[in-house]
């Protein structure tokens, strides 16, 4: 009989909706339960395509024992934290001070006041590799709970006590400056793997953040070890089994550091973050490559993660059938060269095999091997390529596909609304900017409710219960703005000022500081604010982005204070933790550069030479540079304003510091000036 979960709309939920456990959802009513029956809650938390919850959930929560055990010593509950962010990082933040490492599956005990006491990740059935098992864990628990209660009460009070301790105070102390820059520069030369691209050893995550702060810094001081940094880490993931070679697309990180063995999963959010980022590392440097995986990408994410509402689901699984009945992590992807021989034949088959990588002992499991492209295969012929290529997808389609998360993630369509625009307007793809236009009319019909609040996620066309955080309203402000600099549209300027009015209102801080949940948020036993990137960038430092770029637009001295207020928090950190702040570190550079304003004006007939010049302002590699575009005078964009034709013709300004150029008719001129 289906538990409490049935009624939900996470696909990581429902997933669980069948188990014997007998799960609640993250409410009040569960803890009142707890509190009812005078027992413990074991909180699990995971997302849909984790392979290691899935295993958790096969092993534990599908086993009728267990499941038993479970639900007569505890209240039971099951958090998607893609769809709560705010229970995830606060529990996380629990579990890492406690064990000095995190992750998926989190299982955390509470109390029936929410307050955690003993933690852990993944717990095997047996007891093995110096792990208790699950069934020796929850019979500890339930001894202690009711063995030791008063000692239970003191580690609870103390691990929440010593998290309210945590509360960050940086903000406001002055925006970060040259200086700053450079140790942050400096310290990414330290940890950078010279051999294999990336930071640090295994396993190894993309980079993105701050890949795009080495960008914007090479564009603003012309530092050619950024660049090359910035440049041989792409190629080394476009070229590793990292990236998808046949179908498009990054798996979640790789196990090794040469990027060769890939976590499987795929999720919208590294997409469309690597798909800006190789955009704009052809925007610096012309790179086939890097355009390649840049419509690749994009290519992969409409054509797999698009939903019949017009945005863009979670995530792809890890796992899938193997065609034998088990559920296999990466079967969809990988080859052995005897399949390779199956479908192409022994002559192609042996050159496919060369040419990606595939070798008799396998570079994964079982004598597979996950398709790469190694520097060491010589000079290809494209055509051949292209129809190994062609039909080995085809055989690929055959098999049976890894399951995808529906749900529609905020602030992961914000950042694909805005990878997809830019992406779409540098390689005249209009389709991807129509597919950008698409999902962003999705989050405003869908997501944005009264006041323009946001609902974190939707699915199947039904908004979802759970309030947006500040990460939701700075990335998909962040998308509105990229979406109006390509269409020149000024009604996605108006819907990304209304969501940072509320990041304004609801998520600031004392001293410029942000929190990642709003004012009125459900409280929780802390309050989450973590400046730091991890998968994606910090809302903290999203937000000082988008407001950085919105004030651009408007002049709005508000928005540009609160930017440089939030600011500060990378000032303290760029220096230490430069792979951590990337994304501040991308908004510090656009602030130190202006960031620069381009207002593109042309008149009825003139649209030849008006859409010349707006082409080259998207190119310009200024940092953070905000474009309007649209008729003299036009009300769509404060920037528009006063700006006349020259000539009776098109015309650019282009304005920072409260200083601007003479205006110019000219693209190659354009071009120059935005390059200085």
């Known amino acids: 009989m289906p538990n409490r979960l049935a009624h939900e709309t996470s696909p990581y939920l429902l997933q669980h909706a069948d188990n014997p456990v007998d799960w609640w959802p993250w409410s009040a009513e569960a803890f009142e339960e707890a509190r009812r029956r005078d027992v413990p809650v074991l909180l699990s938390v995971g997302y849909s395509s984790c392979h290691w919850c899935h295993v958790m959930a096969h092993e534990s929560f599908e086993d009728e024992t267990t499941a038993a055990h479970v639900n007569e010593h505890f209240v039971a509950v099951k958090v998607d934290r893609e769809e709560r962010p705010d229970v995830d990082a606060v529990y996380m933040e629990a579990v890492q001070a406690a064990t000095g490492q995190g992750g998926w599956p989190m299982t955390v005990f509470l109390t029936p006041d929410a307050e955690p006491f003993y933690f ?8 093995r590799h110096g792990m208790p098992s699950f069934g020796d864990v929850l019979d500890g628990v339930a001894r202690a709970w009711t063995e030791r209660r008063d ?55 993309p980079p993105s953040m701050a890949l795009e702060f080495l960008l914007r810094h090479h564009a603003r001081t012309g530092a050619e070890g950024a660049l090359q940094m910035a440049a041989d880490t792409c190629e080394a993931m476009a ?3 990292i990236y998808d070679q046949l179908g498009g697309g990054f798996a979640r990180y790789a196990v090794d550091r040469e990027w060769v063995v890939p976590h499987f999963e795929k999720m919208l959010y590294d997409n469309a973050l690597l798909c800006r980022l190789y955009a704009h590392l052809w925007r610096a440097t012309g790179s086939g490559l890097a355009r390649r995986v840049a419509l690749e990408t994009a290519d992969f994410m409409v054509r797999e993660l698009r939903t019949p509402e017009g945005g863009f689901a979670s995530a792809l699984d890890a796992d899938s059938d193997d065609g034998t009945g088990r559920h296999v992590e990466g079967a969809f992807y990988v080859w052995t060269p005897a399949q390779l021989d199956a479908v192409l034949g022994e002559e192609d088959g042996a050159y496919a095999a060369r ?35 062609e039909r080995l997808l085809a055989a690929r389609d055959e098999r049976e596909r890894p399951g995808r998360d529906d749900k529609i993630v905020a602030a992961w369509n914000g950042l ?15 389709d991807l900017v129509e597919r950008a236009t698409e999902a962003a009319d999705l989050l405003v019909r869908l997501h944005m409710g009264e006041g323009a609040r946001l609902s974190r996620t939707s699915k199947d066309g ?23 600099g390509v269409t020149g549209e000024g009604v996605w300027l108006e819907f990304a000022g209304f969501l940072l009015d509320i990041v304004l209102d609801q998520f600031v801080a004392e001293g410029g500081a942000l929190y990642d949940t709003a004012h009125d948020a459900e409280t929780l036993i802390r309050r989450p604010q973590d400046p730091t990137d991890n998968a994606t960038p910090s809302g903290w430092t999203a937000a000082a982005g988008a407001l950085l770029s919105y004030a651009a637009h408007t002049g709005s001295e ?33 602030l130190l550069d202006g960031p620069r304003e381009i207002a593109v004006v042309g008149g009825p007939g003139d649209d030849g030479p008006a859409r010349a010049l707006h082409r080259t302002a998207l190119l310009g590699p200024a940092p953070g540079a905000v474009v309007a575009f649209g008729a003299p005078d036009s009300e769509e964009f404060p920037l528009l304003k006063d700006r006349p034709l020259v000539n009776g ?15 110019t008719t000219d693209p190659a001129e354009l071009a120059r000036s935005l390059s200085d």
């Open 151 to 205: 000692e239970v009460g003191e580690v609870a009070g103390k691990i929440v006590k010593d998290l309210s301790a945590r509360s960050l105070a940086y903000g406001g102390d002055g925006v970060p400056g040259e200086e700053e820059l450079a140790q942050a520069l400096l310290g990414l030369v330290r940890e950078y793997d010279s051999r294999s691209g990336g930071f640090g050893g295994a396993p190894k995550f």
């Open 462 to 484: 039904k908004a979802g219960a759970n309030a947006g955080v500040l990460e939701d309203y700075a990335d998909v402000a962040e998308g509105f703005l990229a979406l109006a």
């Open 355 to 389: 040419y990606f990588g595939v070798t008799i002992e396998g570079t994964f499991e079982e004598g597979a091997s996950v398709l790469q492209l190694p520097q060491d295969a010589g000079v290809a012929d494209a055509d051949r390529i292209a129809s190994i290529k």
């Open 416 to 430: 694909a609304i805005a990878a997809l625009a830019e992406t779409g307007a540098f390689f005249d793809r209009p």
């Open 120 to 127: 852990g990740t993944y717990f095997p059935p047996e007891a």
């Open 239 to 241: 070229r590793g089994g």
């Open 649 to 663: 013709g098109a015309a650019a300004y282009v304005c920072r510091h409260f200083t601007c150029d003479a205006p």
């Open 558 to 590: 508000a928005h540009r204070t609160a930017a440089e207020g939030a600011l500060g928090v990378v000032k303290a950190l760029g220096p230490r933790a430069p792979r951590f702040i990337g994304w501040g570190l991308a908004t510090a550079e656009a």
